[in-house]
């Protein structure tokens, strides 16, 4: 996500200067030899000196240790953003670590994952057309939010504000909880004795039901924690769904079935991405 | 399925005149419109007369009946052949309605659904790089075993063998239960107040994982149900593994949580269509 940002950035003529900073110095390096970044810094901090815009690509319970890492250099001047797929938790971490000066950090969620990570990925078309949602608070620094979104715009986003409490429950409903049902549906075939025929077998439905399945254990083990009261209300709804079918293959109902399956069909059927 | 065959054969140079039928005939005056059949027929009967090659394609309940239909004029020297995802109840619906004739049928499975149905969807490159499983019986007749293959071939499909049985209980895991789940998840939105803004803000992970929701609802009625004892095993299964990680979720235990993420995207994460 860092990488694809600065890549973006800098096709748009809108920096001088990408330096980066990533826990693992292979991956600062990398991200060097590679051209997505200009220069690599030996710290957080040190990334941040200088710079009057920050990206923060980590996962969200990253998100407090980070900002706490630069938060020394960090004024109301400079533009803090992240990319997080929760919100509430990465607000109330800024609050804590920023305080006075949580005006700066701007929290935003670019709708546009892959299920590849890592700056050998960073395309700088990756937000081209995607919805980039902004949950700025009351104490958001108004200069600062047109600023994001003009470097969302920039690089090709649809720039979309909502709270970060609707943001959670909206996203609990469309992407937390397929990614756990994802995983849990890649479980409950890992613990089969014919797993591996079965996987040979698989075809395109497969591919894509479960191509979320492959995320990162890591970023997906925070934004689940992280919104789990939202994730588990709709994974309730969904087990109540389930059941019902369960009762209607049970029962041999082939008209009740026929008709649940014409609702989600009927629901799916017509959507488009960004509602086009 | 039955539309992009025809159209397939025929680039491939291995016809001279498709006969259509449907049992709309709207249907199947489009296809004739589109070039898709030679010739509609006003009955299947009529439709098979004559043939030497036989495509049913139908939602699996309706095997039996066709068969019914078009039994008079099929004999051992006719190939009749089915693109249903389920087999086991299609080769007892076959055994039932052919019967000395059963060496006719050749019990096929094309790996490569849409879930846009329909005439106007066929294409030609459809069945190039998929698997086609066919699923003989001891009295199916080699001879036409071997047209079949050659039929499929010809249209780009790789052909493999196995049983009936292995057939369901393999597709049980690998797709029926993935739609199963999909048709799950869309009607749980369903049911919520905020389900249109929430599909809204749905991203590419959604587009994806949903997309086989989509699909026609009375030939995953048929699949379902013919196949229910395997899905509803497989669903048993899912939900053991959805259960803990619900657990892991309630308990706030992070190490399990990444662990259990970490499975499933090993899992995921290396499998390629076709195991390449």
């Not at 980039?132 to 608070?137: M, R």
């Not at 979309?160 to 943001?167: D, F, I, N, T, V």
């Not at 019902?244 to 014409?262: F, H, M, P, T, V």
């Amino acid at each position: 996500m860092g990488g694809s940002f600065a890549l973006a950035l800098r096709r748009a003529g809108l920096v001088r200067q990408v330096v980066g900073y990533s826990k693992s110095p292979t991956t600062t390096e990398r991200a060097r030899q590679l051209g997505v970044i200009d220069q690599a810094a030996p710290s957080a901090l040190q990334a941040v000196s200088g710079s009057d815009l920050i990206l923060l690509a980590v996962p969200v319970a990253a998100t407090e240790p980070t900002l706490k890492a630069i938060r020394q250099l960090v004024t109301r001047d400079t533009l803090v953003m992240d990319v997080g797929s929760t919100k509430r938790d990465v607000v109330e971490a800024a609050r804590r670590v920023l305080k006075d000066d949580v005006g700066a950090f701007v929290p935003c969620h670019p709708i546009a994952g892959k299920e590849t990570a890592g700056v050998e990925h960073a395309d700088p078309d990756l937000y081209r057309g995607r919805t980039v949602i902004l949950t700025p608070i009351e104490r958001t620094l108004v200069a600062h939010l047109k600023r994001a979104q003009q470097a969302w715009e920039a690089v090709g986003g649809v720039v979309q504000q909502m709270s970060p409490e609707a943001h959670d429950a909206a996203f609990a409903a469309v992407s937390h909880l397929p990614h756990l049902l994802a995983f849990a549906y890649m479980q409950g075939l890992a613990s089969q004795a014919k797993c591996d025929d079965f996987l040979a077998l698989a075809g395109p439905g497969f591919r894509d039901f479960s191509r979320i399945a492959a995320s990162d254990p890591q970023v997906w083990r925070d934004i689940l924690l992280a919104n789990r009261d939202q994730v588990r209300a709709q994974a309730a709804q969904f087990r109540q769904a389930l059941a019902a079918l369960d009762e209607l293959l049970q029962a041999g109902d082939a008209d009740g079935l026929e008709a649940a399956i014409r609702q989600a069909s009927d629901l799916r059927a017509p959507w488009r991405l960004g509602g086009a």
